[in-house]
């Protein structure tokens, strides 16, 4: 099938799927969600994007109504179903459903479970990419995976009319990460990013080029850096679940990095393998 959604034990495609309009996703953005991307109708990285989703809704206390390994299952079930190989899913947990209020009361029933699998593709590796820089105004929770994407959205409207692909913001002087990313620089042969704290969303994808570059000798430091410290960088890079080592050649119309193409390829080389070891080892999975 082309695409395939679940919601609340409905399953149909993703355009048919029809939810109730007392969804406090639609209030108040009252859920948080996960998404990770396939090759081969693989998705990368299922059960840290699984327990991420789980964590998050802990965070905000929602019960995901469905346990880990049957999420799991049922994720993998309709990976195998999609007919396109390279795919994006999404999984949604919602307070559920009930008439307008803001306290937890007003949701009657149980939680609400969202899935969706349809056709989508990794950004390649192979190209540059160009930034916008923003003042980050979001508020003091961005380590929860929540619905309440508004700036979000606004920082990447702006990114693209200016023909870019992400804006980097900054609490002053202090970079966080992307509207949708996280951002890193390389410098004298080290990898440096922000810290895991309130400021960013943990980001798998992060997690994992940080372990590969301890794996591969290459020092990490995750300490805040500055915009400053990223215009003069050697190289600069966004990842997350669909990016997973996108080099940035273009912040603000001036041009960044290019200065250490070698250790860039090197980690860039590294996440790509990982990827194909992972689909090797679920491939049996989704067959
Ligand atoms: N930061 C933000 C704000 C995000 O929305 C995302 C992904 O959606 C990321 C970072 C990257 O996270 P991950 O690598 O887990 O996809």
Redesign the pocket.
């Known amino acids: 099938m082309e695409n395939i959604a679940y919601y609340n034990g409905k399953i149909s495609s993703i355009e048919e799927m029809m939810i109730p309009m007392n969804e406090r996703s639609s209030y108040f953005g009252d859920g948080v969600y996960?998404?990770?991307f396939t090759v081969e109708h693989v998705p990368l990285?299922l059960d840290?994007?699984l327990r991420?989703f789980y964590r998050s809704a802990r965070k905000i206390e929602i019960e995901i109504p469905m346990g880990f390994d049957e999420l799991r299952a049922m994720v993998l079930d309709f990976c195998k179903k999609v007919d396109s190989p390279d795919q994006m899913v999404y999984v949604q947990a919602t307070r559920g459903v009930g008439m307008r209020g803001h306290a937890y009361r007003f949701a009657d029933g149980k939680p609400s479970l969202w899935i969706w699998v349809k056709p989508d593709v990794l950004d390649p590796m192979d190209r540059d990419y160009k930034c916008i820089t923003m003042e980050d105004t979001?508020f003091l929770h961005?380590d929860i995976?929540t619905l309440n994407?508004l700036p979000?959205v606004i920082y990447t409207q702006r990114a693209e009319e200016k023909g870019c692909d992400e804006t980097i913001l900054h609490r002053g002087d202090r970079v966080t990460?992307?509207?949708?990313?996280?951002v890193h620089i390389l410098k004298n042969g080290k990898l440096k990013t922000a810290p895991c704290d309130n400021l960013?969303?943990?980001?798998?994808?992060?997690?994992?080029r940080i372990a590969q570059c301890h794996e591969m000798g290459i020092p990490v430091i995750e300490e805040p850096f500055t915009v400053e410290e990223m215009m003069n960088a050697d190289e600069v890079f966004f990842?997350?679940?669909?990016?997973l080592c996108c080099r940035i050649t273009e912040i603000d119309g001036k041009p960044v990095g290019g200065r250490d193409p070698q250790l860039i390829k090197r980690i860039q080389d590294a996440a790509w393998k990982e990827a194909m070891e992972e689909v090797k080892a679920l491939s049996p999975s989704v067959r």
């Not at 990460?177 to 996280?182: G, V």
């Not at 960013?200 to 994992?208: D, F, M, S």
């Not at 990842?239 to 990016?243: E, I, L, P, R």
Request: proline fraction near 3%; charged fraction near 20%.
């Open positions: 996960d998404a990770m990285q840290d994007h991420r979001r961005c995976k994407l979000s990460e992307c509207a949708h990313s996280n960013i969303l943990p980001g798998i994808t992060r997690a994992h990842t997350s679940c669909s990016a």
